[in-house]
């Protein structure tokens, strides 16, 4: 499966999340492409179309980012996943990471 994880710069949640959900699907034995995107015109890796088709599951950090993907692709409502975390963290903040892989190990079972 190809994986997305979305929020609004693609410099800290997004790409922290990507990291742990990598070392989740090892751990598992799972097999999976991950990759990290944001939604914001200043984002290192901007969300696109071709991202959002590229995905069979997209978890993004709060609900604007979903209404951001569905005005791009409204026939990606059944792939995304909202995580519910603010953008109160500071980069490689350890609180983030923990709460991150709780919330990816309780998606990783529910799949």
Same mark, same amino acid.
């Given at each position: +499966?190809? *994986? #997305?994880?979305?929020?609004? !710069?693609?410099?800290?949640?997004?790409?922290?999340?990507?990291?742990?959900?990598?070392? #989740?699907?090892?751990?598992?034995?799972?097999?999976?492409?991950?990759?990290?995107?944001?939604?914001?015109?200043? /984002? &290192?890796?901007?969300?696109?179309?071709?991202?959002?088709?590229?995905?069979?599951?997209?978890?993004? +950090?709060?609900?604007?980012? &979903?209404?951001?993907?569905? &005005?791009?692709?409204?026939? /990606?409502?059944? &792939?995304?996943?909202? #995580?519910?975390?603010?953008?109160? *963290?500071?980069?490689?903040?350890? !609180?983030?990471?923990?709460?991150?892989?709780?919330?990816?190990?309780?998606?990783?079972?529910?799949?």
């Amino acid at each position: +499966m190809n *994986y #997305l994880f979305v929020c609004t !710069y693609n410099v800290n949640r997004s790409v922290v999340a990507a990291e742990a959900f990598k070392e #989740l699907l090892k751990k598992h034995g799972i097999n999976g492409q991950v990759k990290h995107a944001g939604v914001s015109e200043l /984002a &290192k890796n901007r969300i696109s179309k071709e991202l959002i088709e590229w995905a069979d599951k997209i978890f993004v +950090m709060e609900n604007f980012h &979903k209404d951001f993907i569905l &005005k791009i692709a409204p026939e /990606a409502r059944n &792939k995304i996943e909202v #995580l519910g975390i603010e953008d109160l *963290y500071g980069v490689n903040d350890p !609180y983030l990471l923990k709460i991150l892989k709780e919330k990816l190990q309780k998606e990783l079972k529910d799949e």
